[in-house]
């Protein structure tokens, strides 16, 4: 595997190390960078000046070159996919190798791009036992027409303020399971209210041809495409009555609301998935959304039965 570089980390904290952060991120997000079209790289720059105000930033280099970049958030926990989750790249040499700097918490979740490593193992990275809790998966709006469907059996339409409580109940039936009886639905609830409401987002609702009652919802909510800041929309809800699944429903209408949001002006879009949940998965490439990057949460061994894991 060869030898491992001599690394330094340096924190860097004033105004004349911006420009060792941009050449940094340049070089260690590469794979980000090259995928966004020449009128959003500004906004890739922009958003890591911004997080270089709003979280610790530390920088290994060896011989002068950028070899790793971790941030740490000062203010963890408020939105886990806009500045406030710990970042985390470096060379291809480093993976399983780097060791990370004095003072960043080993026990947070790192949030990784892996745009062009399809075959490479996200965990663990740093020798730290960990697990990777989230995908997620990005596609631009722009890149191709999305079909409509005339012939589809289905109707799809904005949702409407008399739409609420049965759009409530369309995702409590989705998400109740064995393990889940009862499913906590405070949080749907209150972003489909300031959907509705206060026009915080996007919601189709779908039916069957000729019927009204509700068989399917989707929503997103505005939001920056992480580690690149380019205005998106987020994934928050996709769900499909359970007597209408496996019917092609849920790609329906996600592919007629990118149409729709594309139409209004926005470019990408992007969701947040289980990995075990592979159906999603799966889903979302089935959509054209590449894996554009994981969250892994790293920590020390302290699990008994874990000692003897390598």
């Known amino acids: 595997m060869g030898s491992t570089p001599d690394i330094v980390w340096n924190v860097l904290e004033g105004d004349d190390q911006i420009p060792g952060l941009l050449d940094a991120v340049s070089t260690l997000y590469r794979d980000v960078l090259d995928r966004l079209p020449t ?3 500004p906004f890739f720059f922009d958003y890591w000046l911004r997080l270089f105000n709003l979280a610790s930033v530390h920088l290994a280099t060896a011989d002068g070159l950028p070899q790793a970049l971790v941030t740490q958030p000062f ?3 408020t939105h886990e996919f806009r500045w406030e989750t710990a970042t985390l790249a470096c060379r291809d040499e480093l993976h399983g190798r780097l060791v990370l700097p004095p003072g960043v918490d080993s026990g947070q979740s790192f949030r990784m791009s892996v745009i062009g490593t399809d075959g490479r193992s996200s965990s663990p990275l740093l020798g730290f036992h960990g ?7 990005a596609r631009s709006l722009t890149e191709c027409p999305f079909e409509t469907e005339a012939d589809a059996p289905w109707t799809i339409r904005r949702v409407r303020r008399e739409d609420f409580e049965e759009a409530i109940d369309l995702l409590r039936r989705s998400c109740v399971s064995e393990e889940h009886p009862d499913p906590d639905l405070s949080e749907s ?4 209210r300031q959907t509705i409401e206060n026009d915080a987002g996007w919601c189709w609702v ?3 041809s000729g019927e009204s009652n509700l068989c399917g919802i989707a929503c997103y909510a505005a939001m920056h495409l992480p580690d690149a800041g380019v205005p998106a929309v987020l994934v928050t809800d996709i769900a499909v009555d359970p007597e209408h699944r496996r019917q092609g429903l849920a790609q329906f209408m996600q592919r007629q609301a990118f149409a ?4 209004l002006g926005l470019r990408w879009v992007f969701g947040c998935i289980e990995p075990e949940n592979h159906a999603s998965c799966h889903q979302a490439e089935r959509l054209g959304r590449d894996l554009w990057f994981r969250c892994v949460r790293f920590h020390t061994i302290s699990d008994p039965k874990d000692q003897g894991e390598t």
């Open 260 to 263: 729709c949001l594309r139409d």
């Open 131 to 137: 697990r990777e809790n989230q995908r997620g998966y």
């Open 189 to 192: 609830r209150e972003e489909l």
């Open 206 to 208: 779908a039916s069957r």
């Open 75 to 77: 203010r963890p926990g």
């Open 39 to 41: 009128d959003d790289r």
